[in-house]
């Protein structure tokens, strides 16, 4: 009895004590962290920089910036009455890659016709950006920058590391 009560005498005293706060044994993410963001930080401004100076160069397209940071301009624009596309609607579109010097980097036909149910179907997000923004018909000019393209890892081909790029989007009826 007398054992008994020592024993749980000793385990009420032992957890009565006080825990201590584990702190983190790397501190190198928080430094890798920051430094990250601040890398993405001037990779946007370098790509909006550049974007900004293209935009400049083609003087005989009217660009206008978006929200999201990217601008566009209009080469054939439709009607205001028509229907912007909303969530499930259907679209087919051509397009044109370029990078920021007017340099085809894929043509139309290389990159055919595209059909799409706008934002349920896996698409470049440039490209989902581009389509929310067109109406039937249009033909719009856009620049991207690197990270709404291939980011940091290119296509392997023909686009670089974080190359901001210029899209010619072509939206076409539907038959």
């Known amino acids: 009895m007398r054992f008994a009560l020592i024993v749980v005498l000793l385990l009420s005293h032992s957890s009565c004590t006080e825990n201590k706060a584990r702190y983190p044994l790397n501190k190198n993410k928080e430094i890798f962290l920051s430094s990250s963001a601040e890398r993405n ?69 290389e990159l055919g016709t595209v059909e799409y149910a706008v934002d349920q179907e896996d698409l470049l997000p440039a490209l989902r950006e581009a389509i929310r923004m067109m109406r039937p018909e249009e033909v719009v000019v856009f620049l991207f920058p690197s990270y709404l393209c291939y980011g940091y890892q290119g296509d392997g081909e023909k686009i670089g590391v974080n190359q901001p790029l210029r899209f010619t989007v072509e939206r076409l009826p539907i038959n």
């Open 41 to 109: 930080k001037m990779l946007l401004a370098r790509d909006q920089a550049l974007i900004k100076k293209a935009a400049q160069r083609d003087a005989s397209l009217n660009f206008m910036t978006t929200e999201a940071g990217f601008l566009f301009a209009y080469i054939k624009e439709a009607p205001k009455t028509l229907a912007l596309p909303q969530k499930g609607t259907r679209v087919r579109f051509q397009y044109q890659i370029e990078d920021l010097e007017n340099y085809l980097l894929y043509s139309k036909s």
